[in-house]
């Protein structure tokens, strides 16, 4: 069974940086894309960044020149780094992989931007 497993959450300061990583336990064949959503208390989880199979990169407008989403293809793993946090990046975030037919998510990992 594919399982995705994120991690690098944690705490940070406004102004800090974080890393994430998504990685892939088994083979997921005819992905379409691999991307980070998230999800804050009270609100609908959201695209923050998405890389296609071709290498075309989509951000929401929030985190566009602050965020960028990266991938190992060898390796399987897709990395989030995170910079200029801010308070409202806060949220849990999720590994996602789109395939064809559906999606395959992580498990989530919890960003925390607070002084």
């Known amino acids: 069974q594919v399982q995705l497993v994120e991690s690098g959450g944690g705490l940070v300061q406004p102004g800090g940086s974080l890393r994430l990583s998504c990685t892939t336990s088994?083979?997921?064949?005819?992905?379409?894309?691999r991307g980070w959503y998230r999800q804050a208390p009270g609100k609908q989880r959201e695209l923050v960044a998405e890389?296609?199979?071709?290498?075309?990169?989509n951000y929401a407008d929030s985190v566009k020149d602050r965020f960028t989403i990266s991938r190992d293809i060898a390796k399987g793993t897709v990395y989030l780094q995170m910079n200029s946090l801010k308070p409202e990046d806060t949220a849990v975030y999720y590994c996602n992989a789109r395939i064809v037919g559906g999606a395959i998510w992580g498990q989530g990992t919890q960003v925390t931007v607070s002084s």
């Open positions: 890389i296609t199979s071709v290498g075309s990169t």
């Open positions: 088994g083979s997921i064949f005819g992905i379409r894309a």
